[in-house]
Protein backbone atom coordinates (compact mmCIF):
# COMPACT_ATOMS: atom_id res chain seq x y z
CA UNK A 1 0.00 0.00 0.00
CA UNK A 2 1.26 3.37 -0.94
CA UNK A 3 2.38 5.41 2.44
CA UNK A 4 -0.10 8.86 2.44
CA UNK A 5 2.68 11.93 2.35
CA UNK A 6 3.33 14.22 5.00
CA UNK A 7 1.45 17.37 5.62
CA UNK A 8 4.66 19.31 5.67
CA UNK A 9 2.98 22.39 5.99
CA UNK A 10 1.24 21.54 9.00
CA UNK A 11 4.21 20.16 10.46
CA UNK A 12 5.77 23.46 10.39
CA UNK A 13 3.20 24.93 11.70
CA UNK A 14 3.30 22.78 14.86
CA UNK A 15 6.89 23.56 15.19
CA UNK A 16 5.96 27.31 14.66
CA UNK A 17 3.63 27.55 17.42
CA UNK A 18 5.82 25.52 19.73
CA UNK A 19 8.43 27.54 19.66
CA UNK A 20 6.43 30.73 19.69
CA UNK A 21 4.82 29.32 23.35
CA UNK A 22 8.47 28.12 24.50
CA UNK A 23 9.80 32.38 23.67
CA UNK A 24 6.55 33.72 25.49
CA UNK A 25 7.45 31.37 28.08
CA UNK A 26 10.76 32.36 28.43
CA UNK A 27 9.76 36.56 27.77
CA UNK A 28 7.11 35.91 30.46
CA UNK A 29 10.14 34.18 33.12
CA UNK A 30 12.50 37.17 32.11
CA UNK A 31 9.76 39.95 33.11
CA UNK A 32 9.40 37.72 36.27
CA UNK A 33 12.73 37.36 36.91
CA UNK A 34 13.38 41.41 36.16
CA UNK A 35 10.39 42.36 38.56
CA UNK A 36 11.59 40.13 41.35
CA UNK A 37 14.79 41.47 41.04
CA UNK A 38 13.71 44.96 41.19
CA UNK A 39 11.17 44.07 44.05
CA UNK A 40 14.57 42.87 45.98
CA UNK A 41 16.08 45.79 45.22
CA UNK A 42 13.47 48.32 46.32
CA UNK A 43 12.67 46.42 49.29
CA UNK A 44 16.30 44.90 50.10
CA UNK A 45 16.39 46.91 53.40
CA UNK A 46 13.01 45.99 54.68
CA UNK A 47 13.63 42.14 53.61
CA UNK A 48 16.44 42.30 55.37
CA UNK A 49 14.54 43.51 58.79
CA UNK A 50 11.72 40.98 57.99
CA UNK A 51 14.13 38.22 57.68
CA UNK A 52 15.16 38.56 61.24
CA UNK A 53 11.31 38.36 63.05
CA UNK A 54 10.58 35.08 64.63
CA UNK A 55 8.78 34.03 67.72
CA UNK A 56 10.10 34.97 71.10
CA UNK A 57 10.16 31.56 71.92
CA UNK A 58 9.95 29.20 75.57
CA UNK A 59 6.51 29.71 75.19
CA UNK A 60 5.96 33.62 75.59
CA UNK A 61 3.52 35.16 73.54
CA UNK A 62 6.60 38.20 72.17
CA UNK A 63 8.02 38.09 68.78
CA UNK A 64 11.71 39.25 68.36
CA UNK A 65 12.84 41.75 65.38
CA UNK A 66 16.44 43.22 64.84
CA UNK A 67 17.33 45.93 62.92
CA UNK A 68 20.93 47.03 61.64
CA UNK A 69 21.45 50.96 60.91
CA UNK A 70 19.01 53.70 61.80
CA UNK A 71 16.72 53.22 59.07
CA UNK A 72 15.71 56.48 58.03
CA UNK A 73 15.86 57.77 61.85
CA UNK A 74 18.82 60.50 61.33
CA UNK A 75 16.51 61.36 58.02
CA UNK A 76 13.36 61.59 60.19
CA UNK A 77 15.70 63.80 62.49
CA UNK A 78 16.65 65.91 59.79
CA UNK A 79 13.33 66.67 58.38
CA UNK A 80 12.82 68.25 61.59
CA UNK A 81 11.03 64.71 63.51
CA UNK A 82 6.90 64.84 63.74
CA UNK A 83 4.53 66.33 66.26
CA UNK A 84 2.16 63.69 65.50
CA UNK A 85 1.43 59.72 65.54
CA UNK A 86 -0.09 60.57 61.99
CA UNK A 87 3.24 62.60 61.10
CA UNK A 88 5.35 59.51 61.80
CA UNK A 89 2.31 57.28 60.03
CA UNK A 90 3.16 59.32 56.66
CA UNK A 91 6.93 59.00 57.27
CA UNK A 92 7.14 55.56 57.76
CA UNK A 93 4.70 54.91 55.01
CA UNK A 94 7.10 56.44 52.59
CA UNK A 95 9.77 54.55 53.70
CA UNK A 96 8.44 51.35 54.52
CA UNK A 97 6.09 50.82 51.56
CA UNK A 98 7.46 53.57 49.33
CA UNK A 99 3.64 54.67 49.57
CA UNK A 100 2.34 51.19 48.17
CA UNK A 101 0.29 51.40 51.50
CA UNK A 102 0.06 52.71 55.31
CA UNK A 103 1.58 52.16 58.20
CA UNK A 104 -0.53 53.02 60.80
CA UNK A 105 0.70 53.99 64.74
CA UNK A 106 -2.36 53.74 66.67
CA UNK A 107 -3.92 55.22 69.91
CA UNK A 108 -2.86 53.19 73.46
CA UNK A 109 -3.40 53.02 76.91
CA UNK A 110 -1.37 51.61 79.97
CA UNK A 111 -0.90 51.89 83.60
CA UNK A 112 2.75 50.61 84.48
CA UNK A 113 5.17 50.94 86.89
CA UNK A 114 9.02 51.18 87.39
CA UNK A 115 11.72 50.37 89.93
CA UNK A 116 15.19 51.46 89.94
CA UNK A 117 17.56 50.20 92.36
CA UNK A 118 21.11 49.38 93.36
CA UNK A 119 22.64 46.41 94.22
CA UNK A 120 25.27 45.70 97.35
CA UNK A 121 27.78 45.81 94.60
CA UNK A 122 26.72 49.45 93.40
CA UNK A 123 25.36 48.11 90.16
CA UNK A 124 22.34 49.35 88.56
CA UNK A 125 18.94 47.12 88.38
CA UNK A 126 15.01 48.01 87.29
CA UNK A 127 12.11 46.54 86.89
CA UNK A 128 9.18 47.79 84.57
CA UNK A 129 5.80 46.36 84.23
CA UNK A 130 3.92 47.96 81.39
CA UNK A 131 -0.27 47.35 82.11
CA UNK A 132 -2.50 46.77 79.70
CA UNK A 133 -5.28 44.13 77.68
CA UNK A 134 -4.39 42.31 74.45
CA UNK A 135 -0.78 43.30 73.83
CA UNK A 136 1.23 41.86 71.11
CA UNK A 137 5.10 42.36 72.47
CA UNK A 138 7.89 42.90 70.12
CA UNK A 139 11.29 43.08 71.19
CA UNK A 140 13.35 45.31 68.86
CA UNK A 141 17.25 44.79 68.83
CA UNK A 142 18.83 47.94 67.45
CA UNK A 143 22.10 48.33 66.09
CA UNK A 144 22.42 51.58 65.07
CA UNK A 145 25.52 52.43 62.94
CA UNK A 146 26.40 55.41 65.23
CA UNK A 147 24.72 54.96 68.55
CA UNK A 148 24.29 52.84 71.34
CA UNK A 149 22.70 49.08 71.03
CA UNK A 150 19.08 49.02 72.50
CA UNK A 151 16.90 46.18 73.32
CA UNK A 152 13.18 47.57 73.91
CA UNK A 153 9.60 46.58 73.42
CA UNK A 154 6.91 47.96 71.48
CA UNK A 155 3.06 46.79 71.57
CA UNK A 156 2.32 45.62 67.81
CA UNK A 157 -0.97 46.28 68.81
CA UNK A 158 -0.17 50.00 68.78
CA UNK A 159 0.37 49.47 65.16
CA UNK A 160 -2.18 47.12 64.15
CA UNK A 161 -4.95 48.55 66.39
CA UNK A 162 -5.56 44.79 66.96
CA UNK A 163 -4.54 42.45 70.10
CA UNK A 164 -5.54 39.67 67.30
CA UNK A 165 -3.03 40.38 64.72
CA UNK A 166 1.02 39.10 64.82
CA UNK A 167 3.64 40.04 62.68
CA UNK A 168 3.00 36.80 60.67
CA UNK A 169 2.88 37.11 56.71
CA UNK A 170 4.36 39.48 54.57
CA UNK A 171 2.07 42.29 55.11
CA UNK A 172 2.42 42.07 58.42
CA UNK A 173 6.36 41.71 58.71
CA UNK A 174 6.60 44.48 56.59
CA UNK A 175 4.31 46.66 59.16
CA UNK A 176 6.54 45.54 62.04
CA UNK A 177 9.16 47.70 61.42
CA UNK A 178 7.32 50.67 62.27
CA UNK A 179 8.23 48.84 65.67
CA UNK A 180 11.47 50.86 65.72
CA UNK A 181 10.15 54.40 66.04
CA UNK A 182 7.28 53.79 68.73
CA UNK A 183 9.22 51.69 71.83
CA UNK A 184 7.92 51.85 74.91
CA UNK A 185 10.76 50.81 77.16
CA UNK A 186 14.29 49.87 76.65
CA UNK A 187 17.63 49.26 77.69
CA UNK A 188 20.98 50.07 75.59
CA UNK A 189 24.58 48.85 75.75
CA UNK A 190 25.52 52.38 78.19
CA UNK A 191 22.79 50.90 80.29
CA UNK A 192 20.33 54.01 80.22
CA UNK A 193 16.78 52.86 81.06
CA UNK A 194 13.56 54.30 79.53
CA UNK A 195 9.64 53.78 79.89
CA UNK A 196 7.01 55.63 78.95
CA UNK A 197 4.28 55.83 81.74
CA UNK A 198 0.83 57.51 81.30
CA UNK A 199 -0.17 59.88 83.66
CA UNK A 200 -3.76 59.91 84.71
CA UNK A 201 -4.53 63.16 85.89
CA UNK A 202 -4.24 66.87 83.72
CA UNK A 203 -3.71 66.69 79.75
CA UNK A 204 -0.24 66.50 78.58
CA UNK A 205 0.49 69.74 77.19
CA UNK A 206 1.52 70.18 73.01
CA UNK A 207 4.10 72.72 72.49
CA UNK A 208 4.52 74.86 69.54
CA UNK A 209 8.19 76.35 69.46
CA UNK A 210 10.56 76.64 66.74
CA UNK A 211 12.46 73.62 67.99
CA UNK A 212 12.01 70.56 65.97
CA UNK A 213 9.24 68.01 66.90
CA UNK A 214 9.26 64.59 68.50
CA UNK A 215 6.37 62.08 69.66
CA UNK A 216 6.96 60.00 73.17
CA UNK A 217 8.23 57.38 71.27
CA UNK A 218 10.56 58.65 68.70
CA UNK A 219 11.91 60.36 71.79
CA UNK A 220 12.21 56.97 73.57
CA UNK A 221 14.59 55.72 70.33
CA UNK A 222 16.30 58.81 70.44
CA UNK A 223 17.46 58.47 73.95
CA UNK A 224 18.29 55.07 73.56
CA UNK A 225 20.51 55.56 70.41
CA UNK A 226 22.59 58.23 71.64
CA UNK A 227 22.23 58.81 75.55
CA UNK A 228 24.34 57.11 78.28
CA UNK A 229 23.65 58.98 80.83
CA UNK A 230 20.53 60.48 82.61
CA UNK A 231 22.36 64.13 82.06
CA UNK A 232 22.63 63.46 78.51
CA UNK A 233 19.22 62.34 78.18
CA UNK A 234 18.09 65.30 79.26
CA UNK A 235 20.49 67.07 77.42
CA UNK A 236 19.24 65.81 73.91
CA UNK A 237 15.20 66.11 75.24
CA UNK A 238 15.67 69.98 75.88
CA UNK A 239 16.85 70.47 71.86
CA UNK A 240 13.03 69.01 70.98
CA UNK A 241 8.89 69.90 71.63
CA UNK A 242 7.84 66.48 72.88
CA UNK A 243 4.24 65.77 71.76
CA UNK A 244 1.73 63.56 73.30
CA UNK A 245 1.45 59.64 71.49
CA UNK A 246 -1.75 57.86 71.49
CA UNK A 247 -3.32 60.66 72.56
CA UNK A 248 -2.67 60.47 76.27
CA UNK A 249 -0.25 62.03 78.84
CA UNK A 250 2.76 60.88 79.83
CA UNK A 251 6.23 61.05 81.72
CA UNK A 252 9.17 59.10 81.04
CA UNK A 253 11.54 57.52 83.27
CA UNK A 254 14.67 57.36 83.06
CA UNK A 255 18.18 55.47 85.02
CA UNK A 256 21.64 55.05 84.16
CA UNK A 257 24.36 52.68 84.99
CA UNK A 258 25.40 55.02 87.78
CA UNK A 259 21.74 54.53 89.47
CA UNK A 260 20.83 58.35 88.70
CA UNK A 261 17.10 58.11 88.12
CA UNK A 262 14.97 60.95 87.00
CA UNK A 263 10.81 61.38 85.97
CA UNK A 264 10.51 63.51 82.91
CA UNK A 265 7.19 64.97 82.61
CA UNK A 266 6.51 67.79 80.04
CA UNK A 267 5.18 70.95 80.02
CA UNK A 268 4.49 73.64 77.80
CA UNK A 269 7.95 75.38 78.37
CA UNK A 270 9.76 71.65 77.92
CA UNK A 271 9.74 69.48 80.90
CA UNK A 272 10.66 69.01 84.86
CA UNK A 273 12.84 66.25 85.91
CA UNK A 274 11.85 64.96 89.10
CA UNK A 275 14.81 62.63 90.95
CA UNK A 276 12.59 59.57 91.44
CA UNK A 277 13.66 55.54 91.93
CA UNK A 278 10.46 54.66 91.56
CA UNK A 279 7.29 55.83 88.58
CA UNK A 280 3.41 55.07 88.63
CA UNK A 281 1.01 57.05 86.70
CA UNK A 282 0.78 60.09 88.42
CA UNK A 283 2.94 63.80 87.55
CA UNK A 284 5.27 63.35 90.69
CA UNK A 285 6.52 67.19 90.28
CA UNK A 286 2.76 68.07 91.83
CA UNK A 287 3.41 66.13 95.60
CA UNK A 288 0.12 64.36 94.86
CA UNK A 289 0.49 60.65 94.99
CA UNK A 290 -3.47 60.24 95.09
CA UNK A 291 -3.63 62.01 91.83
CA UNK A 292 -3.13 58.73 89.80
CA UNK A 293 -5.71 57.20 91.49
CA UNK A 294 -5.81 54.61 94.27
CA UNK A 295 -3.94 52.17 92.22
CA UNK A 296 -0.89 54.19 90.91
CA UNK A 297 -0.82 55.60 94.80
CA UNK A 298 -0.56 51.97 96.66
CA UNK A 299 2.08 50.68 93.78
CA UNK A 300 3.77 53.79 94.17
CA UNK A 301 4.40 53.86 97.89
CA UNK A 302 5.05 50.19 98.21
CA UNK A 303 7.91 49.92 95.77
CA UNK A 304 9.45 53.59 97.60
CA UNK A 305 8.59 51.31 101.05
CA UNK A 306 11.79 49.10 99.33
CA UNK A 307 14.28 52.50 98.94
CA UNK A 308 16.44 52.87 100.50
CA UNK A 309 16.67 50.39 102.94
CA UNK A 310 18.07 47.68 100.42
CA UNK A 311 14.92 45.65 100.16
CA UNK A 312 15.79 45.81 96.56
CA UNK A 313 19.36 45.06 96.21
CA UNK A 314 19.50 42.07 93.28
CA UNK A 315 17.69 41.22 90.30
CA UNK A 316 15.23 38.80 92.00
CA UNK A 317 14.41 41.86 94.87
CA UNK A 318 13.63 43.52 91.96
CA UNK A 319 11.21 40.95 89.98
CA UNK A 320 9.75 40.20 93.55
CA UNK A 321 8.90 43.87 94.01
CA UNK A 322 7.30 43.94 90.15
CA UNK A 323 5.22 41.37 90.65
CA UNK A 324 4.39 42.72 93.84
CA UNK A 325 3.10 45.58 91.61
CA UNK A 326 1.53 43.40 88.92
CA UNK A 327 -2.00 44.36 87.71
CA UNK A 328 -4.63 41.82 87.47
CA UNK A 329 -8.22 42.95 88.58
CA UNK A 330 -8.13 46.59 87.81
CA UNK A 331 -9.17 46.83 84.48
CA UNK A 332 -5.57 46.55 83.53
CA UNK A 333 -3.53 43.43 82.95
CA UNK A 334 0.56 43.14 83.43
CA UNK A 335 1.15 42.56 79.50
CA UNK A 336 4.54 42.07 80.25
CA UNK A 337 7.57 42.80 82.79
CA UNK A 338 11.45 43.88 82.26
CA UNK A 339 14.42 43.18 84.72
CA UNK A 340 17.81 44.38 83.36
CA UNK A 341 20.55 43.41 85.48
CA UNK A 342 23.90 45.79 85.02
CA UNK A 343 26.28 43.23 86.23
CA UNK A 344 25.13 41.29 83.77
CA UNK A 345 24.30 43.07 80.47
CA UNK A 346 21.24 41.50 80.24
CA UNK A 347 17.06 42.01 80.25
CA UNK A 348 14.75 39.20 81.25
CA UNK A 349 11.19 39.72 80.21
CA UNK A 350 7.87 38.09 81.90
CA UNK A 351 4.85 37.99 80.06
CA UNK A 352 1.22 37.99 80.94
CA UNK A 353 2.11 38.72 84.75
CA UNK A 354 3.42 35.20 84.89
CA UNK A 355 6.97 35.48 87.02
CA UNK A 356 7.32 31.78 87.01
CA UNK A 357 9.34 31.86 83.75
CA UNK A 358 11.24 34.45 81.66
CA UNK A 359 13.16 34.87 78.47
CA UNK A 360 16.82 36.89 78.77
CA UNK A 361 18.47 38.57 75.83
CA UNK A 362 21.72 39.84 76.10
CA UNK A 363 21.79 43.56 75.10
CA UNK A 364 24.69 43.11 73.03
CA UNK A 365 24.54 40.15 70.22
CA UNK A 366 27.10 37.56 70.35
CA UNK A 367 28.22 38.78 67.39
CA UNK A 368 28.40 42.29 67.36
CA UNK A 369 31.35 44.04 67.12
CA UNK A 370 32.45 47.88 66.78
Known amino acids: MRKKPKNIYHAYRGKSRKKTVLWVLAAAAGLVLI ?20 PLGDGSPAWFMEVKGDYHFEEFLSQGGASSDMEVSVFLSRKISKGFYTAPVGDYREGC ?84 LEVNEGGMPDPDTEKPDLTVTTAIRLLLDRAATVDEALALLEQYDVHPSGGISHHLAISDAACNSVCVEFTRDGFTAVDAAAVTNFNLANGDTSAGGGSAEERYNYLMGLLPGGAASTAEDVKNAMSHVAQFDTGWITQWSMIYAQSESCVTWYFDGDFSRGVTLPVLPDSHSR
Not at 35 to 52: D, H, K, N, V
Open 113 to 196: SVLSAQSADGSHIWGRNYDWTDSVPIIVRHIPKDGYTSLSTCDFRNITGSGKTSPEGMANQMLSIAALYVPLDGVNEAGLCVAD
Open 35 to 54: FLLAAFLLFRQELAITGTIR
